[in-house]
């Protein structure tokens, strides 16, 4: 038979925290109830369930959003590897190394760059909604918290497994089923070293300051958004283990790149150097005269 569903009163509301107090106080209840010892794994694999279902979601959104643009990057003959080493970034880049990319503003049409931006301001869009979600469901689950603390306690006597809170949980489910989906994957690394591309062509005075800017604001939202998703591997759920394709294709060169063509005043926030990973937080420095 057909499953029927019955929804006691006042159990809608347009936002959470306008549901009443009594409904509060039975999600509170219903916590405690699922967080015994021989209960709690069952509710953390829902709350991961949920969160990379809401993961594939956002990247079947970027799907629908940005079909052209992302078909465009996956139907071209780019090697990502190639366009690694020849972002301007290294110590070793060289002009001539650079000049063979194939993702340089001077080859790509001014309509491209900007569908590629668009698509990596999506994708920071989409992280941000998660986060919040994480972060709600992080004050509603406080025994869920305990339970993994509890846990992971036991596990480091006898073994090395990670067993991540619940916002990590989120970011990476983001990381596994949306930023490393098979059709999200290349397309990003392909417009996030396009986004390098231009953040290096604009110090070059070949575009107004304020261009530059708003380049340079998205470089940092999209470095924000790969080290936030850089956290360990789960050991206690069926994902599979991402971290180091993650960190090799977008952390290390975005965070580098973060690094070497942010603006003066900007590179020395303490909340981006403490981003950047292996870095300990530097000094400011003032702006030269």
């Not at 950047?276 to 003032?286: H, I, T, W």
Request: aromatic share 6%; net charge negative; charged share 30%.
């Amino acid at each position: 038979p057909a499953p029927v569903v019955f929804l006691k009163t006042n159990c809608l509301a347009d936002r959470v925290d306008a549901l009443p107090e009594s409904m509060e106080k039975s999600i509170e209840s219903m916590v405690h109830r699922m967080t015994r010892s021989h209960t709690w794994g069952l509710l953390y694999e829902s709350v991961t369930e949920e969160l990379g279902f809401r993961a594939k979601s956002a990247a079947h959104a970027l799907c629908a959003a940005h079909a052209r643009c992302m078909d465009g990057l996956l139907s071209e003959d780019i090697s990502m590897k190639q366009e690694r080493m020849c972002l301007p970034i290294w110590r070793s880049s060289r002009e001539m190394v650079t000049s063979l990319s194939k993702l340089r503003p001077t080859g790509v049409a001014a309509e491209q760059r900007a569908a590629r931006r668009e698509l990596l301001r999506q994708v920071s869009l989409e992280w941000c909604e998660l986060e919040d979600l994480t972060e709600f469901l992080d004050s509603q689950l406080g025994p869920l918290e305990l339970a993994i603390d509890n846990f992971r306690g036991e596990q480091e006597l006898s073994s090395k497994a990670h067993t991540p809170h619940i916002r990590d949980i989120g970011r990476l489910m983001f990381r596994n089923f949306c930023l490393l989906d098979s059709r999200v994957f290349r397309p990003l690394c392909l417009a996030a070293y396009g986004l390098v591309h231009e953040v290096y062509a604009s110090g070059s005075g070949q575009c107004r300051a304020e261009d530059r800017g708003a380049l340079t604001d998205l470089l940092e939202g999209v470095h924000a958004l790969f080290a936030g998703c850089d956290v360990a591997d789960d050991d206690l759920s069926v994902s599979k283990h991402t971290k180091d394709a993650f960190v090799e294709h977008l952390v290390e060169p975005i965070s580098a790149a973060a690094e070497k063509l942010s603006d003066w005043d900007v590179a020395g926030h303490p909340s981006r150097d403490e981003a950047l990973p292996g870095r300990r937080r530097r000094p400011s420095r003032a702006r030269p005269g």
